[in-house]
């Protein structure tokens, strides 16, 4: 390769109709990362995965490395497909840097010195959102979810966190799948009876997308949100999602891993830098890839270069300091935990009121106490999460 050639990133591009513009976010947040005559070093080359699943991630990873020759292989992927993808990579001697949102605890042995990680990681604010709802609400809670959310780890860290505390009870309701209807109106009349009945301490609720607000409108209609805490997930406490129900008054619980609020210089300085560049607001995937270019902008000589053997040597030990803390992204490393905050919302009247109440727990991700998590979870869906 000549050296004024730009570095070439193959992007393995999902399919979501809840976050469509995914991949343009994360581009566009990398590249805010970094002062325009470093760039133009890097340019990204999407490859089309449908929603991740199946052997279509794997063939893609072939395209990019033997027929495309890109440098590096990135995207969003589920860590249920990178076993398969190992062997490729290695044998190719590539960089591959991936995204998650963090729907599957990852792996507790060695992946491979080639492979790095950025994740939101929602399964520590499930983890944290567990130790703190028993403490604060009591034993016997009831978790309730459709059966895609079911299909991950989220569900299961939250547990941990609740048996963690102390609990001895929990209730799980999973919503029977209905194809061709929407899977929670006019679908929750039993679940909600059976809370007045027999009333839990806490309701936790995993839903996404519209399925997500579609269980806030009926929750608040049942009446319970009165007298039964509501917990969710850091999904659905997103702005972009509680903005569409504000006109509900009721109040919900929650962690939050990111405050796209925060007036911090380093969140204030990436804001405003991504909406010059784009005109539009940052969300958690262009923080991502911003995230991702202030580590590639570190390590610019050795992309000069070309150096790979370089490039890979120093992330394994890189941390850059991001709008959510600091982050590292190699798994066999210090690997960052996040700082998360608990956090109770108000929505009423159209606005939507968030205050941090406490301060959540995480732990490391191979902390001996997931291994039952692993476990138990041998399969789950391939797809990214929110890739649907």
Not at 1 to 18: A, D, V
Not at 149 to 159: K, P, Q, T, V
Not at 244 to 271: C, E, H, P
């Amino acid at each position: 390769m000549l050296q004024n050639q730009p570095i070439k990133i193959g992007f393995l591009t999902p399919y979501s109709s809840i976050y469509p513009t995914l991949t343009p976010n994360i581009v566009n947040g990398f590249y805010c990362s970094m002062s325009e005559q470093y760039q133009n070093m890097f340019r990204f080359h999407p490859e089309y995965i449908k929603q991740g699943g199946g052997n279509v991630v794997k063939d893609a990873v072939q395209k990019l490395i033997q027929f495309d020759n890109v440098d590096i292989i990135s995207g969003l992927v589920s860590y249920q497909k990178i076993p398969e993808l190992v062997s490729i990579i290695e044998n190719r001697k590539k960089l591959a840097f991936f995204f998650d949102m963090g729907e599957y605890i990852p792996f507790n042995q060695h992946i491979s010195n080639n492979l790095f990680f950025n994740s939101f990681q929602l399964w520590q604010s499930e983890y944290s959102l567990g130790c703190w709802a028993h403490k604060e609400f009591g034993d016997k809670g009831a978790v309730i979810m459709p059966l895609y959310d079911a299909g991950y780890h989220l569900h299961s860290a939250f547990r941990q966190g609740t048996t963690s505390s102390g609990s001895k009870l929990i209730d799980y309701h999973v919503l029977p799948y209905i194809e061709g209807k929407s899977q929670v109106k006019g679908q929750m009349g039993v679940f909600f009876e059976k809370f007045r009945k027999e009333p839990p301490s806490f309701i936790h609720a995993l839903f996404c997308g519209n399925e997500a607000i579609d269980f806030l409108v009926e929750f608040h209609q049942s009446g319970l949100s009165e007298n039964i805490p509501l917990i969710i997930s850091a999904h659905m406490a997103s702005d972009e999602l509680l903005e569409q129900v504000s006109n509900l008054n009721m109040k919900v619980y929650s962690a939050s891993m990111w405050d796209i609020n925060s007036q911090s210089d380093l969140n204030i300085r990436f804001k405003q830098q991504y909406t010059l560049q784009t005109g539009n607001k940052a969300n958690l995937f262009s923080l991502l890839g911003y995230e991702m270019g202030l580590l590639f902008y570190q390590l610019i000589p050795d992309f000069m270069k070309r150096d790979w053997d370089s490039v890979i040597r120093n992330i394994r030990n890189e941390t850059v300091k991001s709008p959510r803390g600091e982050r590292n992204f190699f798994l066999d490393s210090n690997y960052s935990t996040p700082i998360i905050d608990i956090e109770k919302i108000e929505i009423e009247s159209n606005n939507v009121r968030k205050m941090v109440i406490g301060q959540g727990r995480s732990l490391k991700y191979n902390h001996n106490i997931f291994s039952e998590i692993h476990n138990e979870c041998i399969t789950g869906w391939q797809n990214p999460y929110l890739c649907v």
